[in-house]
């Protein structure tokens, strides 16, 4: 049977940065399960530059296809559009409940640490990490309680960007092929535990 996987989110859920399609992150994850034996349909609904007040239209047109499978990638722009935490989860906790009322189990990847982006100047990266820290935080408790599996808890993938620049793209924001590659290996353990709970819940 065919898993119906759906992406929502931001630019990096979109894959931005990415030099072909079959580096963004929506493509990376599909072969991971596809490598596992499952025919997977990718639908992306992500929309560049969206933050969490765009998912409830995300999440409405990704309901229509009755996915199995939804991962929300949300945050970043939350943080650059000055959206309050708690606004920020509250909308979030919604979009999970709505696409699990679908029958879809649902993986989110909270906001990043845009204190490791390179633009973010030196004596503002403390200041930064605290706001994502706080942003994540939120993100994770809203998501949780609304029945998400949170992928990359420990924010290991911000802590490999950090290490090497050439995780980003030329715009040095978005994630290039290689950084695509970096945060698909951290979204898949929790991506294979929600295929996993799919077919238990069958």
Do not use: C, K
């Not at 845009?114 to 990490?129: E, F, G, I």
């Amino acid at each position: 049977m065919t898993l119906a996987f759906a992406v929502l989110g931001d630019s990096i859920a979109y894959g931005q940065g990415a030099a072909r399609p079959a580096d963004t992150l929506g493509a990376r994850l599909t072969a991971v399960l596809t490598r596992d034996g499952h025919a997977v349909d990718l639908r992306v609904h992500a929309v560049p530059g969206a933050d969490s007040r765009g998912l409830a239209a995300q999440t409405a047109r990704a309901a229509t296809g009755a996915p199995g499978l939804a991962l929300i990638v949300i945050g970043a722009n939350d943080l650059t559009h000055l959206v309050p935490p708690r606004e920020a989860g509250t909308l979030l906790g919604d979009a999970v409940r709505r696409l699990r009322h679908a029958g879809a189990q649902v993986v989110v990847a909270p906001a990043p640490d845009l204190s490791v982006v390179p633009w973010v100047p030196p004596q503002m990266r403390m200041l930064v990490s605290a706001g994502s820290r706080a942003m994540r935080q939120e993100q994770t408790r809203a998501a949780t309680a609304a029945g998400a599996r949170i992928a990359d808890v420990d924010a290991v993938t911000s802590v490999a960007f950090a290490a090497d620049p050439a995780l980003f793209s030329a715009d040095r924001f978005h994630p290039s092929s290689a950084g695509y590659a970096v945060i698909a290996d951290a979204l898949a353990p929790a991506i294979r535990d929600a295929v996993a709970a799919r077919r238990v819940s069958r």
